[in-house]
């Protein structure tokens, strides 16, 4: 998965994904809090993010644009599986028609997940 990273509005960590190969968690490190815009839905490389969320550590992950909700369930389902690992979890949360600065302050006030910022992460496909 390509990954470019900037700045969004307001100072925030911003990465872009995209591509079809996963990137190890040594090479790419996520906050514990992650805002994962999908300005165009749902893309196959989420799978292999989700993954990485979990290799990193991130505890929550807020979704925001196109199909957020839909995203959100299958984020979920992807992280439970079929709930033989209990380990395997991350607070999840849509917010449709919210902006991605909204749901960036959103996640400071997710206290179970640290006291960091949140890391916004663009899913391209």
């Known amino acids: 998965m390509g990954v470019r990273r900037s700045k969004a509005p307001g100072g925030q960590k911003q990465s872009f994904a995209s591509g079809g190969f996963p990137v190890p968690c040594m090479t790419m490190k996520y906050a514990p809090k992650v805002v994962l815009h999908c300005p165009a839905g749902y893309r196959m490389e ?52 919210e902006s991605v600065a909204d749901v960036v302050e959103f996640a400071r006030s997710i206290s179970s997940a640290g006291d960091g910022e949140a890391q916004v992460v663009v899913l391209l496909g």
């Open 46 to 97: 989420l799978d292999s993010l989700v993954e990485q969320f979990l290799a990193c550590g991130v505890k929550f992950v807020g979704v925001v644009g196109e199909d957020c909700e839909q995203v959100e369930d299958i984020i979920d389902e992807l992280v439970v599986g079929d709930g033989a690992d209990s380990s395997r979890f991350i607070l999840t949360s849509a917010h449709p028609g």
